[in-house]
């Protein structure tokens, strides 16, 4: 009976947070178990489910155990993908703020040696050769304008894989909110008809 809650309540979150999708796949011609979106294969299971009403005349939805099981390993593996994804950004994020850390310090390096040079005079020393001013200053900046170009490459992917993580994380606590607030009806919804079941059968001990 869990399950069938559980199951019936992502239903619903993944439902309302995709309407356009659904409706799309709604018009499907083939829906199935085996393949497409989570979101049509709730759709399949809508159409297969089949209506009843009980003694007291509340409507009833009937679905295969079978069909709940493997709706639920899909939305299970489906999700373990969404977690997967967020735990790669968050190790690429990490990464490239690490890579634009080392760029930051190789930087300051070069900007300190390049301010050094330039009190000097005409000629000096560069890489063994005596060169003039003018070439060692353009060859110095050159460098410089090397490592900002990958600088403010790195800060660019940090800065995007930062907002795809953060989109990611956002759904992800909305859907868990949607979640637990149709866990929440859910479980109301069932305690009202267990409550009318037993007055039901109370009246006909009576």
Do not use: C
């Amino acid at each position: 009976m869990k399950s069938i809650i559980h199951l019936t309540v992502l239903a619903a979150a993944i439902l309302l947070s995709s309407p356009r999708t659904l409706a799309q796949n709604s018009n499907s011609s083939e829906l199935s178990l085996d393949s497409g979106t989570i979101e049509s294969q709730f759709e399949y299971i809508f159409k297969k489910s089949g209506n009843f009403k009980g003694t007291n005349g509340q409507p009833y939805e009937a679905v295969k155990f079978s069909s709940l099981v493997k709706l639920k390993g899909n939305v299970l593996d489906s999700l373990e993908t969404t977690y997967n994804k967020l735990n790669n950004s968050e190790k690429t994020v990490s990464t490239q703020a690490n890579e634009i850390s080392e760029l930051k310090s190789q930087l300051a390096k070069t900007q300190a040696n390049l301010d050094q040079t330039i009190t000097e005079k005409n000629n000096m020393a560069f890489l063994g050769m005596q060169t003039s001013k003018i070439n060692y200053n353009v060859i110095m900046w050159s460098i410089v304008a090397g490592l900002l170009a990958f600088l403010f490459l790195f800060i660019y992917k940090f800065k995007n894989s930062n907002a795809v993580t953060k989109s990611a994380k956002f759904k992800l606590d909305e859907l868990e909110l949607e979640f637990e607030e149709h866990r929440r009806n859910a479980l109301e919804r069932e305690q009202k008809v267990r409550r009318q079941l037993q007055d039901e059968i109370n009246k006909q001990k009576s």
